[in-house]
């Protein structure tokens, strides 16, 4: 099993950034691939972006690409997504998902993921 607890979540205004963190525990951090993930009221999950579990490879959905990198800390078991020029569209809870992975590669579909964090919310005024 593993546990994931999403944090740095609020209400933030139009243009200002935002850094997000997910702790994971419950088994070899590094051994897991990770992605960010949001979902919007009335809205299916949507993919933000992905690392590979040794951080070498990442992936981002279009709607973020160029405002968001995302990084992880194998030493310390936790996984970041900060977001640049934040926009009320960007208005959801952010889910931190983990998979097992046996190699360099990354995931965008929440399907394949087998752990997920409760969320945190993030609200953008404009």
């Known amino acids: 099993q593993v546990q994931l607890v999403e944090s740095g979540g609020g209400l933030v205004q139009a243009g200002d950034s935002l850094t997000l963190s997910c702790a994971a525990s419950?088994?070899?951090?590094?051994?897991?691939?990770m992605g960010w993930f949001r979902q919007a009221p009335g809205k299916e999950r949507e993919f933000v972006a992905s690392i590979s579990r040794g951080g070498g490879t990442t992936y981002y959905a279009d709607s973020v690409k160029g405002r968001c990198t995302i990084s992880r800390d194998n030493a310390k078991n936790t996984v970041t997504l900060h977001v640049n020029t934040m926009k009320p569209e960007d208005t959801a809870v952010y889910l931190c998902?983990?998979?097992?992975?046996?190699?360099?590669?990354?995931?965008?579909?929440?399907?394949?993921?087998?752990?997920w964090g409760q969320g945190t919310q993030v609200t953008v005024s404009s």
């Open positions: 419950g088994r070899t951090f590094s051994s897991l691939a």
């Open positions: 998902g983990a998979k097992p992975s046996s190699g360099a590669f990354v995931y965008f579909r929440s399907f394949q993921y087998e752990y």
